[in-house]
């Protein structure tokens, strides 16, 4: 099992820990989606830049 801690600040003065208990293939997962959005983000900016650069050099 793989614990993920996530730390919470409220609008007091209380401050408390949630721990997300995830099994192992689960995580494996999330990292490989988290691989897959980081490169298709990559991509849509990579390919934004190179169009904005050859539509200003056109005009």
Do not use: C, D, Y
Request: glycine share 6%.
């Amino acid at each position: 099992m793989e614990q993920f801690a996530l730390q919470s600040a409220h609008s007091g003065a209380i401050k408390h820990l949630h721990l997300i208990q995830f099994a192992p293939k689960t995580a494996g997962i999330a990292r490989e989606i988290r691989l897959a959005v980081t490169i298709v983000v990559i991509g849509w900016v990579t390919v934004t830049g190179i169009r904005a650069f050859f539509e200003r050099a056109r005009r």
